[in-house]
């Protein structure tokens, strides 16, 4: 089924006609944030050894890649990337500045609550990072936002040693294979390729993940969030002037994933940058009342008073 089978919201001209004039201090904090990280990145040693085996049930059972490995082999490198990037994230976020102290503080002298900062944020454990809150003497959401911005880094710097021990091309999940992530945006490419169940004449899907950068196929016209596949309740909303930009939004979950079209377009991008550049569409799909599917730190920020409501 082609994008011209979701009905289409047009006439969002007026919310969206200047996103860098409106969005531009959101878009220049988390564009230094993104930039620091790929800096830590890069100083990172990276894994010294590979993945001997993987438990092939588990992951296509649904477990990423992260959740099949010993978390010791990633407790280094996020010490390492912490002390890059939690300080700098002071300079940029100053009402953190005394949490990211308290943090940093703790990272140096309590290896055992380290440890377990590394499991929340690589499996998602809230029970975890609620008693890690609680030792370190800050909100669980403050302590998550911290490690997100540290792990980041280090799960980038494995991840291309993690995908050598397994082939993900049949992972069918709408999060990231690699760190269970779910999508900042999506991309509507072509290529090709011989066609499969994920490949439609019109182009194929491809989500980003905000945290290790990795990308993966996902099917066309289903809810990444509650799967839904009714293209009466599937919205396209676009933007005048912007017609590669989309907001591609579920009805019955109340999800919305933004999307760009590339495929008229295959030249190469930064996709961190991308999605973040596309944060005028969170600011619109959050003003019609729609939550977002990322994770990713500048779609929780109030928007919906950052723009005029729909006329």
Same mark, same amino acid.
């Given at each position: 089924?082609?994008?011209?089978?979701?009905?289409? /919201?047009?006439?969002?001209?007026?919310?969206?006609?200047?996103?860098?004039?409106?969005?531009?201090?959101?878009?220049?904090?988390?564009? /230094?944030?993104?930039?620091?990280q790929d800096k830590a990145k890069d100083e990172l040693e990276g894994p010294s050894t590979g993945i001997e085996a993987y438990d092939e049930n588990r992951f296509f059972s649904g477990e990423p890649l992260v959740a099949l490995v010993d978390q010791a082999r990633f407790v280094s490198d996020f010490i390492a990337?912490?002390?890059?990037?939690w300080p700098l994230m002071s300079t940029v976020f100053p009402p953190q500045a005394e949490t990211l102290s308290l943090l940093a503080?703790?990272?140096?002298?309590?290896?055992?609550?380290?440890?377990?900062?590394?499991?929340?944020?690589?499996?998602?454990?809230?029970?975890?990072?609620?008693e890690a809150s609680c030792r370190a003497g800050v909100l669980p959401?403050?302590?998550?936002?911290?490690?997100? #911005?540290?792990?980041?880094p280090v799960v980038s710097a494995h991840r291309v040693t993690l995908l050598a021990g397994i082939a993900t091309d049949l992972w069918n999940r709408s999060y990231c294979p690699v760190?269970?992530?779910?999508?900042?945006?999506?991309?509507?490419?072509?290529?090709?390729?011989? #066609?499969?169940?994920?490949?439609? /004449?019109?182009?194929?899907?491809?989500?980003?993940?905000?945290?290790?950068?990795?990308?993966?196929?996902?099917?066309r016209m289903t809810c990444p969030v509650c799967e839904n596949q009714d293209h009466e309740s599937l919205w396209k909303f676009t933007v005048a002037d912007r017609p590669r930009e989309y907001i591609y939004a579920c009805d019955k979950c109340r999800r919305y994933?933004?999307?760009?079209d590339m495929s008229e377009d295959q030249g190469r991008i930064e996709f961190? /940058?991308?999605?973040?550049?596309?944060?005028?569409?969170?600011?619109?799909?959050?003003?019609?009342?729609? #939550?977002?599917?990322?994770?990713?730190?500048?779609?929780?920020?109030?928007?919906?008073?950052?723009?005029?409501?729909?006329?």
């Amino acid at each position: 089924m082609s994008s011209s089978d979701i009905d289409e /919201k047009s006439g969002l001209q007026a919310e969206a006609t200047d996103p860098g004039k409106i969005f531009g201090e959101i878009i220049n904090r988390f564009g /230094k944030v993104l930039a620091w990280q790929d800096k830590a990145k890069d100083e990172l040693e990276g894994p010294s050894t590979g993945i001997e085996a993987y438990d092939e049930n588990r992951f296509f059972s649904g477990e990423p890649l992260v959740a099949l490995v010993d978390q010791a082999r990633f407790v280094s490198d996020f010490i390492a990337s912490a002390r890059t990037i939690w300080p700098l994230m002071s300079t940029v976020f100053p009402p953190q500045a005394e949490t990211l102290s308290l943090l940093a503080d703790r990272l140096e002298h309590d290896l055992p609550w380290v440890e377990s900062c590394v499991t929340a944020v690589a499996h998602g454990h809230a029970d975890v990072l609620e008693e890690a809150s609680c030792r370190a003497g800050v909100l669980p959401g403050a302590l998550l936002l911290a490690l997100r #911005s540290a792990w980041s880094p280090v799960v980038s710097a494995h991840r291309v040693t993690l995908l050598a021990g397994i082939a993900t091309d049949l992972w069918n999940r709408s999060y990231c294979p690699v760190c269970g992530s779910e999508p900042d945006m999506s991309t509507l490419e072509c290529h090709p390729e011989a #066609s499969d169940f994920l490949i439609s /004449k019109s182009g194929q899907l491809w989500h980003h993940c905000p945290v290790c950068d990795h990308r993966w196929r996902y099917q066309r016209m289903t809810c990444p969030v509650c799967e839904n596949q009714d293209h009466e309740s599937l919205w396209k909303f676009t933007v005048a002037d912007r017609p590669r930009e989309y907001i591609y939004a579920c009805d019955k979950c109340r999800r919305y994933l933004p999307c760009l079209d590339m495929s008229e377009d295959q030249g190469r991008i930064e996709f961190r /940058k991308a999605a973040l550049g596309l944060v005028h569409l969170d600011a619109i799909a959050q003003n019609r009342g729609y #939550s977002p599917v990322s994770t990713a730190p500048w779609t929780a920020l109030g928007m919906t008073e950052s723009i005029p409501g729909p006329s």
